[in-house]
Nanobody
């Protein structure tokens, strides 16, 4: 069992930055590929970014490419999402997720085994 706890959300003006963190429990964090997703009320959960177990492979949704950066620190059991040049359309609840995998990354939410509770990001215009 893995527990994921997100933090770092909040209210920021357009053009600003936030860094989300996701702390994972358990000693096998390095076995997991990690992803960030976001979801608005009544909408599907959308892929944002993902990183493989080593940090050597990353993937981003086109809407955030060049603005967001995913990274991980396996010694701290933590994955990060640095969000720069934020836009009002980035407003959502952001979730981190873990997939037991030693190969690449995936975009589909169904591939992930564990989820955090979410953290709200609100970007004002």
């Amino acid at each position: 069992q893995v527990q994921l706890v997100e933090s770092g959300g909040g209210l920021v003006q357009a053009g600003g930055s936030l860094r989300l963190s996701c702390a994972a429990s358990g000693r096998t964090f390095r076995r997991y590929a990690m992803g960030w997703f976001r979801q608005a009320p009544g909408k599907e959960r959308d892929f944002v970014a993902a990183i493989d177990w080593s940090g050597g492979i990353t993937d981003y949704a086109d809407s955030v490419k060049g603005r967001f950066t995913i990274s991980r620190d396996n010694a701290k059991n933590t994955v990060y999402l640095q969000m720069n040049s934020l836009k009002p359309e980035d407003t959502d609840v952001y979730y981190c997720a873990a997939e037991i995998s030693d190969r690449g990354v995936k975009r589909g939410p169904g591939a992930y085994d564990y989820w955090g509770q979410g953290t709200q990001v609100t970007v004002s215009s």
